[in-house]
């Protein structure tokens, strides 16, 4: 079971994977390129997908108003709200992308990194804080989903 907000759009080749939540006013646009969202994940509201192929793997956070172009987000990460991620971007599992950061064309990010700024620059190995803040954010998300199944489900 998903949770798909019905204000959000989603357009063209878009594969979402399961116990995915797309909220309201997200916009997954796979019309340029295929759209690829793992388990687990959560798009949170005004939040952009598009460009010339995006995936997004597992128990992947997208914060508000985010916009995630043309790139590959690894597994256990979490994007901050308004940051930017653009063509070409790779982001190895379990990294932090802090809010409003501008992850610039082709930049290849290492797993384990906290990443900040603008430009965005990898500033250091994310701590066991911040892994347990990434592994919050999508399973506060699920919950959120497994209430909604509850609810639709009396």
Request: charged residues 25%; aromatic residues 2%.
């Amino acid at each position: 079971m998903n949770l798909i907000s019905k204000n959000s759009e989603i357009i063209g080749d878009v594969k979402i994977g399961d116990k995915v939540t797309v909220c309201s006013f997200a916009v997954i646009k796979g019309d340029e390129g295929p759209i690829r969202i793992g388990d687990n994940s959560n798009v949170q509201e005004h939040v952009t997908l598009h460009g010339a192929g995006v995936s997004i793997g597992k128990n992947v956070t997208i914060g508000h108003a985010a916009t995630v172009h043309g790139c590959k987000v690894g597994d256990n990460v979490l994007i901050g709200m308004n940051s930017v991620i653009l063509n070409n971007v790779e982001i190895g599992e379990w990294s932090l992308v802090g809010a409003g950061a501008v992850v610039t064309p082709g930049t290849k990010i290492p797993s384990n990194s906290l990443v900040l700024g603008v430009p965005a620059k990898v500033v250091r190995e994310i701590n066991e804080g911040e892994k347990k803040m990434i592994e919050e954010g999508y399973k506060n998300y699920l919950r959120k989903l497994e209430k909604a199944k509850d609810t639709s489900e009396k």
